[in-house]
């Protein structure tokens, strides 16, 4: 069975800061997809990631991914109060979509 | 392009009733999938559609159930609910070849009284 894990759950940092969002999952594949919610709305879409070694870049979001590890990181540079959400991972399966639980994050002016 | 809608927005019901709960994709996307959000749960796959065939359900009882038009509208449907089915029901359609990247609705709200 696919399982989808995100790490931290909440993460509260300062603006200004770095840090990453980890997303492992279980089984095999190479379709990763990261997502933004804003509280009470729904999901937009952030980064599509087809292939080991893909990264993705917009603005102070980076994105990649490991197939070979199951491993997909969300790198945030610099981080503005706008960027608070919660973001998902998800991973492609067959006729599917396993989603992480969600990183809350927090920017704290 | 017009994104993917759903209504009704949001819904008040009370235990034993039934709900169905309506979903367009977005012009020319023919693959639709369910999600149901809670805060205890996260985002749960409900089941998938494409060319007005279910291929795939997650591990939801048969109360629930769904189906896609020829149109690839779709509807989901939630029999004699529970408490526990209070929740964002949330709607996502893709092309279904190629880059299967999703496009979500807005949720629908349900709320179970």
């Known amino acids: 069975e696919l399982k989808v894990e995100q790490n931290p759950l909440f993460l509260s940092m300062q603006e200004g800061k770095n840090y990453t969002i980890y997303c492992n999952y279980s089984?095999?594949?190479?379709?990763l997809y990261w997502y933004r919610q804003d509280p009470g709305k729904s999901l937009e879409s952030l980064f599509v990631l087809l292939s080991n070694g893909a990264v993705k870049q917009e603005g102070r979001l980076m994105a990649s991914l490991d197939t070979k590890a199951r491993l997909s990181t969300l790198h945030i540079t610099a981080a503005v109060h706008d960027l608070s959400a919660t973001y998902f991972c998800a991973v492609e399966g067959t006729y599917k979509y396993i989603f992480g639980t969600g990183t809350r994050l927090k920017v704290l002016a | 392009k017009a994104g993917v809608t759903q209504t009704p927005r949001y819904l008040i019901k009370t235990r034993g009733q039934q709900v169905t709960l309506s979903c367009s994709p977005i012009s020319g996307h023919r693959s639709v999938s369910w999600y149901q959000q809670t805060p205890g749960q996260g985002l749960q796959f409900l089941f998938e559609y494409f060319s007005e065939t279910q291929r795939n359900k997650g591990n939801f009882p048969g109360r629930f159930s769904g189906r896609q038009f020829s149109n690839s509208r779709s509807e989901m449907n939630v029999s004699t609910l529970e408490l526990g089915d209070s929740a964002l029901y949330l709607c996502?359609?893709?092309?279904?070849?190629?880059?299967?990247?999703?496009?979500f609705g807005p949720g629908t709200r349900l709320t179970v009284l």
């Open positions: 996502a359609s893709s092309l279904a070849q190629g880059v299967n990247e999703q496009f």
């Open positions: 089984t095999t594949s190479d379709r």
